[in-house]
Nanobody, 115 residues
Framework: QVQLVESGGGLVQPGGPLRLSCAAS????????MGWYRQAPGKQRELVAA???????NYSDSVKGRFTISRDNAKNTVSLQMNSLKPEDTAVYYC?????????WGQGTQVTVSS
């Protein structure tokens, strides 16, 4: 069993920052990558950012230059620093952990960007 617990969501004004964190626990043997996805109402879940165990990073074009993903391999945590937030960043953000054989999801945390 693998559990992912996200924290840090909330309401923020346009242009403001927010930081999401995700902690993984349980029977974790080999992590290939950890990342963040988001799903806005009426839209499909999409990749925001991901980082592999070898520190290779991939960002969605819509967040490049504004969001920064980081990972602590020793603690099995991944964070997402979000700056210059826009209303279109409003969504439920999900943490994902990918091993060689399975993917695990967190429960999601709401991020709302609004004045």
């Amino acid at each position: 069993q693998v559990q992912l617990v996200e924290s840090g969501g909330g309401l923020v004004q346009p242009g403001g920052p927010l930081r999401l964190s995700c902690a993984a626990s349980g029977s974790i043997f080999s992590i290939y990558a950890m990342g963040w996805y988001r799903q806005a109402p009426g839209k499909q879940r999409e990749l925001v950012a991901a980082i592999t165990s070898g520190s290779r990073i991939n960002y969605s074009d819509s967040v490049k230059g504004r969001f920064t993903i980081s990972r602590d391999n020793a603690k099995n945590t991944v964070s997402l620093q979000m700056n210059s937030l826009k209303p279109e960043d409003t969504a439920v953000y999900y943490c994902k952990l990918q091993t060689g054989t399975a993917g695990y999801w967190g429960q999601g945390t709401q991020v709302t960007v609004s004045s």
